[in-house]
């Protein structure tokens, strides 16, 4: 009993001697911190709140410190989740790119934002033999078109899923020679037959053969512009055909080229239907790249561009890596400054003052960074860049 009180007699002297001293003793709740001691006692939540901070923090400072560039320097929209596929052909709208791959994939790209906006597979281009994608509003609701070779493809830009196909008539499937052999304009349809040149109204079936081959020599060879190697295109006695027709003009006239059967001899003619005649003709190396329709008004021959509606043409400077706008007014200049490709520089500008240079409107400068010109539409270049086994898609507005 004595031991016992005397304990309790001990304790009371050491708790007045704490509250003596200024300690204060309490039992603290590890959920609940003391006001003004937070930084001591810490909640589990706000612990794993503050690693991820720091953990942030530090991700973000070594992506500063590792951050380079842009591949690209300019005004460009950058198209976002873009498959490396071989792109085959773009085509501007008023808000959106849509692009038809190799590999048969349509796409299309909001030319703000570079979203994709749609993608659906059309048809392989290798297997369909497709050789043309142009705008059009031949047909109501649609407004662009892919040509394959049997059948006429009609899509919707806005709509995806609206589709229409015309198979060509069964006549021109069996008399149809070669590759782009045909072309259509307005329920009308011209196609490349053993004879020459036939013309169909696919809503009547009537059909006549507009162009003979038999009238090159006589009325297409004499207005050729140019001899070859002092020699008039057909003078060696060798057949000559008309191939690639194609309507230009508004479908009021046909661009068409004739060579002779042992492919020596090569010209481009140009045909008035109502007229029934043949404006001009240009006689041309095959070694030259050709082109038409251009802008529905352009024939071009290398480094001629022929106004198919006047007849004029005109000689752009033959200068290495000068592109030209799709309606053959403004210019696109590629230069580097190396021969390995880096350095890109583009400039664009109008053919009048093409001894300016143009104003630059893209640049790539880093090292180990390629780029290359893929596309002209009526307002924009595509450019493909590569870098480190990765490639990437841009769309530049150079008017």
């Known amino acids: 009993m004595k031991r016992t009180v005397f304990t309790v007699i001990i304790m009371l002297i050491l708790a007045i001697s704490f509250v003596s001293c200024g300690w204060k003793v ?12 937070s930084e001591l006692v810490i909640s589990k939540e706000e612990k794993e709140k503050e690693n991820s901070e720091n953990e942030n923090s530090e991700k973000e400072e070594q992506n500063k410190a590792e951050d380079k560039e842009p591949a690209l320097l300019g005004e460009y929209v950058f198209l976002k989740d873009f498959d490396e596929r ?3 052909h773009f085509i501007e709208f008023a808000d959106r790119i849509v692009i038809y791959s190799v590999s048969g994939e349509i796409s299309a ?7 994709k906006i749609y993608e659906f597979f059309l048809g392989d281009i290798n297997e369909m033999q497709a050789f043309d994608l142009v705008k059009t509003n031949e047909k109501e609701g649609f407004d662009y078109r892919v040509l394959w070779k049997d059948r006429i493809i009609y899509l919707s830009s806005k709509e995806p899923e609206k589709i229409e196909e015309v198979l060509l ?40 053969l507009i162009l003979d081959n038999a009238v090159i020599a006589e009325k297409v060879r004499p207005l050729a512009e140019v001899a070859i190697e002092g020699m008039w295109i057909g003078d060696n006695g060798v057949e000559c055909t008309f191939e690639i ?9 046909i661009a068409v080229t004739a060579v002779s059967r042992d492919y020596v001899f090569w010209m481009i003619a140009l045909y008035d239907i109502e007229k029934n005649e043949f404006e001009w003709v240009y006689s041309f190396n095959e070694m030259v790249n050709t082109e038409y329709p251009v802008a529905d008004k352009y024939v071009v021959i290398g480094e001629k561009w022929i106004n198919a509606e006047s007849g004029n043409y005109k000689n752009f400077a033959a200068e290495d890596y000068v592109l030209k706008s799709c309606d053959g007014t403004e210019f696109i200049k590629v230069s580097w400054d190396d021969m390995d490709g880096n350095g890109m520089k583009v400039f664009a500008g109008n053919f009048e003052n093409i001894e300016n240079g143009g104003e630059k409107i893209a640049e790539i400068t880093r090292e180990n960074v390629r780029g290359h010109i893929v596309a002209i539409t009526e307002n924009y270049i595509v450019i493909r860049v590569f870098e480190d086994e990765v490639t990437d898609h841009y769309i530049v507005k150079y008017r």
């Open 26 to 37: 309490e039992i603290i709740d590890p959920t609940n911190p003391i006001e003004g001691e």
């Open 245 to 253: 027709p194609r309507f230009i003009c508004g479908g009021t006239k």
């Open 109 to 115: 790209f909001d030319i703000v934002t570079g979203e």
């Open 86 to 88: 071989t792109s085959y």
């Open 169 to 208: 008539p069964e006549n021109i499937m069996k008399t149809a020679e070669g590759y782009a052999s045909y072309s259509v304009f307005e329920g009308k349809i011209i196609w490349k037959a053993p004879e020459g040149i036939r013309m169909m109204d696919m809503e009547t079936g009537e059909e006549s």
